[in-house]
């Protein structure tokens, strides 16, 4: 009899800290879809598990924070990473950005980093009309200079003050079917690169 194989663990992440942020309600529902499509989902907030801003000389006399290790370390245990974040002037917040370069300074005995091989996939929310696209076209190629692979399909929610509904889930049927479509092929990537 064969069992049945472990479902895909996926770490969900947000860009903001904020209290009634648009992307961690759109997260949280990405969650939810993630777990109907028979994932497992842990969500880290970086809002619980602040990392200080990245200093050399500080990470020279401690070593990376105690937060960018358990992010790591989450990272390492996942088999896929959904990031949802807003757009900031045009790029990727910096609380976001911050915990990404400390993750990239923990490396393990072989000096490889959590994200070597990562499946990633990536969505984003604003009240804005673009819904944040700038932001994910500059987390894009971070994210692949440190190896991560990540899925060509993502999903950017302009308007998200009027158009998620109360458990984040987009209201226009375009947008919803294009944030399902996101998170399938993320679940796909995934699977493929399962050990
Ligand atoms: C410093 C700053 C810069 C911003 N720049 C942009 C921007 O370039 N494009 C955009 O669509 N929204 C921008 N916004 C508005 C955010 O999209 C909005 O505050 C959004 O609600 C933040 O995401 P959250 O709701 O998940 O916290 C900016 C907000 C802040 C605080």
Redesign the pocket.
């Known amino acids: 009899m064969t069992s049945p194989s472990a479902p895909l663990t996926i770490l969900c992440l947000?860009?903001?800290?904020?209290e009634?942020?648009?992307?961690?309600?759109?997260l949280r529902f990405c969650a939810a879809q993630l777990r109907d499509l028979g994932a497992s989902t842990t969500i880290f907030e970086l809002r619980d598990h602040p990392i200080p801003l990245y200093d050399g000389d500080e990470e020279k006399e401690g070593g990376p924070p105690e937060n960018a290790i358990k992010l790591s370390d989450a990272l390492r245990a996942a088999d896929g990473l959904l990031i949802?974040?807003?757009?900031?002037?045009?790029?990727v917040?910096g609380v976001l950005k911050n915990a990404i370069d400390y993750v990239s300074r923990v490396r393990d005995a072989e000096g490889e980093t959590a994200f070597d091989g990562l499946p990633v996939g990536l969505a984003s929310?604003?009240?804005?009309?673009?819904?944040?696209i700038?932001?994910l076209g500059h987390l894009r190629p971070i994210l692949v200079q440190l190896g991560c692979i990540v899925s060509p399909l993502q999903a950017c929610i302009?308007g998200?003050?009027e158009i998620l509904d109360q458990d984040g889930r987009p209201t226009v049927d375009a947008l919803a079917a294009l944030l399902d479509e996101s998170l399938r092929s993320l679940l796909r990537l995934a699977a493929a690169l399962k050990d």
């Open positions: 947000p860009g903001s800290t904020r009634g942020s648009y992307n961690r309600h759109l949802v974040t807003p757009e900031y002037n045009a790029g917040p929310a604003s009240p804005g009309r673009l819904g944040g700038r932001s302009g998200a003050h």
